[in-house]
């Protein structure tokens, strides 16, 4: 069923302006190196370079119990550069949608991952990875990018095509939130799930 659906009340696009010129590019997810954490920030100092108000928002905390997570002493790492902003978890993340222009999720592997459900939902653009979770989620230039996994280079030129253009990122938002409503919301998901317990009970839950 690809996932449990979104909530398109709780996560909708932003009708509030936005007070600065900062172009804000969000990493919502636990800090472990196979969501793509390193290739991120590899591509995110290139998107810097071309764009000096461009920042990268980062919302999740190490994950102890993964090998793989970043430490401490590494997100301390990460908050001395000037255009990374650090939040930990977060538990009401569409608070930082409402105030950022880009989503980002490299991951080497993924279900359905919630937080682009959520972006989406929110008409934000997004640049992913090339791999079956996104799929059907992310469609390839219609509301974002897949980009081949560990592909920095790639990463950073579709992160930088998005900045570059707002029409753009407006356009891919609007037909995100079209996917989200017609194919992924929670009434939706609901309604396939009672399908289903109703076809193999032989009643009628509805």
């Known amino acids: ?29 636990r800090l472990i190196r196979e969501k793509g954490i390193d290739e991120l920030i590899t591509a995110m100092e290139r998107v810097v370079e071309q764009f000096p108000n461009a920042k990268l928002w980062i919302a999740g905390a190490p994950y102890a119990q993964n090998p793989t997570s970043l430490t401490p002493e590494d997100v301390l790492r990460l908050e001395q550069r000037p255009w990374v902003r650090t939040f930990g978890h977060v538990d009401d993340v569409e608070r930082l949608m409402a105030q950022v222009d880009i989503v980002a999720l490299p991951s080497y592997r993924e279900g359905t991952p919630r937080i682009l459900l959520e972006a989406a939902s929110c008409g934000l653009p997004i640049v992913a990875t090339d791999i079956a979770g996104h799929h059907g989620l992310v469609e390839e230039g219609v509301n974002g990018y897949l980009v081949p996994v560990h592909d920095s280079e790639e990463l950073a030129e579709r992160i930088g095509r998005l900045c570059a253009d707002e029409g753009l990122r407006l356009q891919m938002g609007e ?32």
């Open 1 to 29: 069923l690809r996932g449990s659906g979104v909530c398109t009340f709780r996560f909708q696009p932003s009708k509030k302006p936005r007070e600065c010129d900062e172009l804000r590019v969000l990493f919502a997810s």
């Open 175 to 206: 037909r995100g939130r079209r996917i989200i409503v017609d194919g992924f919301s929670s009434e939706i998901k609901i309604g396939m799930n009672l399908e289903i317990y109703e076809k193999q009970l032989g009643v009628e839950l509805t």
